[in-house]
């Protein structure tokens, strides 16, 4: 093929050498039984006679997979799956694929956003990294001079198998200290602290209480994202300042979002650094309740499914759906597992998403999207009439659930509140009361309509009036209009250079 100045025959896109960049590091082979806990995971696998085990990796971490599992199988009779390719965010166990291979357990590697799962046992290996414990301390010591201080150590799972010699080295001179415990149970309320998260279904039930009393009046225990800590002296956890040892990611952020109350400061373990935060939480807080007057506005709101792992997501769901058909919204519900601006620039006539998803994914900065994407609290604030915004902040969707220590409960018929708002964004009037159930009855009755032009729309905010307006409605298959004909030769060649266009 001729090739122009123009155009080329595509040999040198074929032959372009492309740099492939490292995102973890292979654990040296003789680290590799301490850092991923061989002899407890082959201890797991006998004690529970599992006969089909999935891994599931992150990416940084499938460098060590093929050596993890050659250890695994000579040490116990298992059939070994490795997940490489979640199909969420990689801290949530992911159930389903290991179902789609049907294993009967899950252990789960590398960083964890310990959210309580439903249907297999789980064990998490977090990986023991690196820390300097001294310098750690001796950062400690210059951010709290004040011995006195009231301060509660966090840490990112990978870290917290320091926490017991840190706990030593700092305890005898801080006599406020308050150090968490990582708690790997499938439901923190029934087992706070189980090694391996192994359940009877019966011990399992959803979260009533993010605090659990305790047999002392004074001590109050907390649970709260796979954290456990016990609080002394009748303070509450706004009392405390917070010591959080890891490097900047979902974890921290939010872990400052819903204790952001209290003051943060950090160890960065990789670059031996201690810092104090300087993150305005103020202004974060700021950009959400914007994202809550944009709910407000909306009239088609679009329910994203962003896990189906994590412990009753389906009751969210149902319960979000109520709550927007209350409010006089509409809702659809979308499963496209990892979410892209492309996939959700495919429905402009969704005003709004919510996202259900573990409390670490659910910050999802939508600043890219077409239509903003919330969290469920964010639409219960713009629904829920009886939630008032004070500034606290729920990421974790089952405290909202009936039963949940942050549920509200939807105000009734009767319940009397200003007919009209002013909206914040656009100036116009909106309507705050609840629908009745006969106008919710009515209201479904004529939601969608076929596409037929001779058919009126009569619910003017649903997806359906939107559809009937776009000039392209997708591949309609037309069925007896479209004439039969005989395929045809093809053009060849590449799209730039077709041979039958020539060169000149």
């Given amino acids: 093929m001729t090739t122009t100045?123009?155009?080329?025959?595509?040999?040198?896109?074929?032959?372009?050498?492309?740099?492939?960049?490292?995102?973890?590091?292979?654990t040296a082979a003789s680290e590799i039984n301490e850092v991923h806990e061989i002899a407890r995971t082959c201890n797991f696998i006998k004690k529970h006679a599992f006969k089909r085990v999935a891994l599931q990796f992150p990416d940084e971490l499938l460098f060590d997979a093929s050596a993890i599992i050659s250890i695994l199988e000579k040490n116990t009779s298992a059939k070994l799956f490795v997940l490489g390719d979640t199909s969420y965010g990689s801290c949530c166990v992911d159930e389903v694929a290991a179902e789609h291979l049907d294993a009967d357990s899950i252990i789960h590697y590398g960083r964890a956003c310990l959210s309580p799962t439903r249907r297999l046992p789980v064990m998490?290996?977090?990986?023991?990294?690196?820390?300097?414990?001294?310098?750690?301390?001796?950062?400690?010591?210059?951010?709290?001079?004040?011995?006195?201080?009231?301060?509660?150590?966090?840490?990112?799972?990978?870290?917290?198998?320091?926490?017991?010699?840190?706990?030593?080295?700092?305890?005898?001179?801080y006599e406020n200290?308050?150090?968490?415990?990582?708690?790997?149970?499938?439901?923190?309320?029934?087992?706070?602290?189980?090694?391996?998260?192994?359940?009877?279904?019966?011990?399992v039930d959803v979260q009533k209480s993010c605090n659990r009393a305790s047999d002392e009046p004074s001590l109050q225990v907390i649970n709260k994202f796979g954290r456990q800590f016990t609080l002394?002296?009748?303070?509450?956890?706004?009392?405390?300042?917070?010591?959080?040892?890891?490097?900047?990611?979902?974890?921290?952020?939010?872990?400052?979002?819903?204790?952001?109350?209290?003051?943060?400061?950090?160890?960065?373990?990789?670059?031996?650094?201690?810092?104090?935060?300087?993150?305005?939480?103020?202004?974060?807080?700021?950009?959400?309740?914007?994202?809550?007057?944009?709910?407000?506005?909306?009239?088609?709101?679009?329910?994203?499914?962003?896990?189906?792992?994590?412990?009753?997501?389906?009751?969210?769901?149902?319960?979000?759906?109520?709550?927007?058909?209350q409010s006089g919204k509409k809702s659809y519900t979308f499963v496209m597992g990892k979410l892209n601006v492309a996939k959700?620039?495919?429905?402009?006539?969704?005003?709004?998403?919510?996202?259900?998803?573990?409390?670490?994914?659910?910050?999802?900065?939508?600043?890219?999207?077409y239509r903003p994407v919330i969290t469920p609290y964010e639409m219960e604030v713009a629904c829920n009439q009886a939630r008032k915004?004070?500034?606290?902040?729920?990421?974790?969707?089952?405290?909202?659930?009936?039963?949940?220590?942050?549920?509200?409960?939807?105000?009734?018929?009767?319940?009397?509140?200003?007919?009209?708002?002013?909206?914040?964004?656009?100036?116009?009037?909106?309507?705050?009361?609840?629908?009745?159930?006969?106008?919710?009855?009515?209201?479904?009755?004529?939601?969608?309509?076929?596409?037929?032009?001779?058919?009126a729309v009569t619910q003017s905010h649903s997806a359906a009036s939107f559809l009937a307006t776009r000039s392209w409605r997708g591949l309609e298959q037309n069925l007896g209009e479209t004439p039969v004909s005989k395929a045809v030769q093809g053009r060849k060649g590449i799209a730039i250079a077709y041979e039958e266009e020539g060169t000149g």
């Fill in 232 to 325: 002394h002296d009748a303070r509450s956890v706004d009392d405390y300042n917070m010591f959080y040892i890891g490097q900047e990611s979902l974890t921290l952020t939010n872990f400052m979002m819903t204790w952001n109350q209290c003051s943060f400061c950090t160890f960065d373990p990789v670059k031996g650094v201690g810092r104090q935060e300087a993150v305005n939480i103020n202004k974060a807080l700021m950009k959400r309740y914007y994202m809550i007057e944009r709910a407000k506005d909306a009239q088609v709101v679009g329910i994203l499914v962003g896990t189906l792992g994590v412990a009753d997501y389906l009751s969210t769901i149902d319960h979000l759906k109520w709550i927007i058909k």
């Fill in 5 to 26: 100045m123009f155009s080329d025959d595509g040999s040198k896109a074929i032959e372009r050498s492309t740099d492939v960049f490292q995102t973890g590091s292979r």
């Fill in 124 to 173: 998490y290996v977090f990986g023991q990294k690196s820390i300097d414990l001294h310098q750690c301390a001796d950062s400690f010591r210059v951010l709290y001079p004040d011995k006195f201080t009231p301060v509660i150590i966090l840490c990112d799972v990978i870290y917290s198998h320091a926490l017991e010699d840190l706990q030593q080295l700092l305890q005898p001179e």
């Fill in 389 to 455: 915004w004070t500034g606290e902040y729920v990421t974790d969707f089952r405290d909202l659930l009936p039963g949940g220590c942050c549920h509200v409960q939807l105000p009734d018929e009767n319940f009397k509140s200003e007919e009209t708002d002013v909206s914040l964004i656009t100036g116009c009037l909106r309507a705050t009361q609840l629908q009745k159930s006969e106008e919710q009855n009515k209201a479904s009755n004529t939601a969608l309509i076929p596409r037929n032009d001779a058919l």
């Fill in 344 to 369: 959700l620039a495919n429905f402009l006539e969704v005003d709004i998403y919510v996202l259900i998803a573990c409390p670490e994914n659910s910050l999802l900065d939508s600043s890219e999207f």
């Fill in 177 to 203: 200290l308050v150090v968490s415990a990582v708690c790997c149970s499938r439901n923190e309320a029934t087992e706070p602290c189980s090694v391996d998260g192994l359940h009877d279904e019966s011990e």
